[in-house]
């Protein structure tokens, strides 16, 4: 239907919608871990083009309803590029009633709150996050910030009613530093509750492997299952948010698909794992894995 610039990506809840690249690559593409948006150079795309993108497609799919703005931080645009694109997206397509896009934490923070206000008010209320993790030496290592920022960028959102639904990666401390990585991760999440929260397993490409050995260390250990299903136990386990989140594990990376709300259905939960833990139940093939 439209001419996209690939590799394009997506977050598994936007399979279904209309994609609408706004940007093309990542302005920050400084994360040791992340492949996706490697070999594109960043720019943001002309007016021009993005309108004469939904025009096309709204010439081939008049009755989309959700939109999901590409490619990487499409949040970081200036908020009337922003509200320029909601603006003609609402002309072209009637039944409009979710925009979404990619933000960093630092996207977040330099928006204000009546810039948040307002493209919510345009309909561009979700904003899909990767936190990664709330341990500090993991998020420096993989070059994410910190803990306060993740923290300010989630506490700001909620503040300003802007959904937020937040990525960990599980193995990402190896071996030897899964325990800070889990501990760090639930204080962080009890402290500034997403909307929504979801993991996916550590997976490097080969572009991007030397650079996270160089920050991680060639002794680096990777997590089998059972350690990556020890970490998820654990999380869960510490998890106890003050306001409901929506949890899932449905990335195609995951070991273990789960799906439930927090804290409301911890019980549960937790006993998936166990049964995983303990007889592989419900353990995906690693064969049908991937990113």
Not at 128 to 153: P, V, W
Request: aromatic fraction near 8%; charged fraction near 25%.
């Amino acid at each position: 239907m439209l001419d996209y610039d690939f590799p394009l990506w997506r977050p598994p809840s936007e399979g279904d919608n209309l994609i609408i690249q706004a940007t093309l690559g990542c302005r920050y593409n400084q994360c040791s871990f992340c492949s996706m948006y490697k070999e594109k150079t960043y720019r943001a795309r002309g007016l021009d083009e993005v309108f004469a993108d939904i025009d096309a497609a709204a010439r081939e799919w008049p009755e989309a309803h959700r939109v999901f703005l590409a490619d990487g931080d499409a949040y970081c645009l200036p908020t009337g590029t922003l509200v320029a694109i909601c603006d003609h997206l609402a002309r072209r397509f009637p039944a409009l009633q979710r925009i979404s896009a990619y933000a960093t934490p630092f996207d977040i923070l330099g928006k204000s709150p009546e810039d948040i206000a307002l493209l919510k008010s345009k309909r561009l209320g979700l904003v899909y996050l990767g936190i990664e993790t709330g341990a500090d030496a993991l998020l420096k290592r993989i070059a994410k910030g910190s803990a306060k920022q993740m923290e300010g960028a989630l506490l700001k959102a909620r503040d300003c009613g802007l959904k937020v639904s937040a990525t960990v990666i599980l193995g990402l401390g190896g071996k030897s530093g899964w325990e800070d990585h889990m501990e760090g991760t639930a204080q962080l999440v009890n402290r500034a509750p997403p909307t929504y929260l979801s993991t996916l397993q550590l997976g490097l490409e080969t572009n991007v492997a030397p650079r996270f050995f160089e920050r991680f260390g060639e002794d680096f250990q990777w997590q089998d299952d059972r350690g990556v299903l020890v970490e998820l136990r654990r999380l869960l386990e510490r998890l106890d948010p003050p306001s409901p989140v929506i949890f899932r594990s449905n990335h195609a990376s995951n070991a273990l698909a789960l799906a439930g709300n927090l804290p409301k259905d911890k019980g549960k939960l937790l006993a998936r794992i166990d049964a995983a833990l303990d007889e592989g139940a419900g353990v995906r093939p690693r064969w049908i894995r991937g990113f």
